[in-house]
Nanobody, 122 residues
Framework: VQLQASGGGLVQPGGSLRLSCAASGSIFSRYHMGWFRQAPGKEREFVAAINWRIGTTGYADSVKGRFTISRENAKNTVYLRMNGLKSEDTAVYYC????????????????WGQGTQVTVSS
C-alpha cells in the first residue's frame, strides 16, 4: 500500500483544514486507517483512527470534538477534517494503514505516508 497525504497548509487559529490520504497498491477497504502527527522536538503522537470492519472511530483527547476522521472506499481515500485549530495543532501529519486494527498504537501500522505540514498561526 502506498499512501499520499495532502491538504496541509497555513491556517489561522480557529480555522479549518481537511487532510486527505490517498492509497494505492492494495485493497484499501481492508485496511484500518489512522492519522498521527509530529511537532518539532516532540514524539509522534496519535490523532485519530478508523476501523474499516465495524466503522468505529477513535480520537486523542486533545482533538476530540474538533477533528473527524472518515473514509471513502470508492476513492481509496481517508480524510481528517480539522476544525477549531489551535497553535498546538501545528505539526507534520501522517496517515497510516494497518492490516490489524491498531488504534493509537503506532508500531501496529504497516504503511505510512510521507506527511503533510499543518501550521496554525496568526
Amino acid at each position: 500500500v502506498q499512501l499520499q497525504a495532502s491538504g496541509g497548509g497555513l491556517v489561522q487559529p480557529g480555522g479549518s483544514l481537511r487532510l486527505s490520504c490517498a492509497a494505492s497498491g492494495s485493497i484499501f477497504s481492508r485496511y484500518h486507517m489512522g492519522w498521527f502527527r509530529q511537532a518539532p522536538g516532540k514524539e509522534r503522537e496519535f490523532v485519530a483512527a478508523i476501523n474499516w470492519r465495524i466503522g468505529t472511530t477513535g480520537y486523542a483527547d486533545s482533538v476530540k470534538g474538533r477533528f473527524t476522521i472518515s473514509r471513502e472506499n470508492a476513492k481509496n481515500t481517508v480524510y481528517l477534517r480539522m476544525n477549531g485549530l489551535k497553535s498546538e495543532d501545528t505539526a507534520v501529519y501522517y496517515c497510516a494503514a494497518a492490516g490489524q486494527y491498531s488504534g493509537s498504537y503506532a508500531p501496529g501500522y504497516d504503511y505510512w505516508g510521507q506527511g503533510t505540514q499543518v501550521t496554525v498561526s496568526s
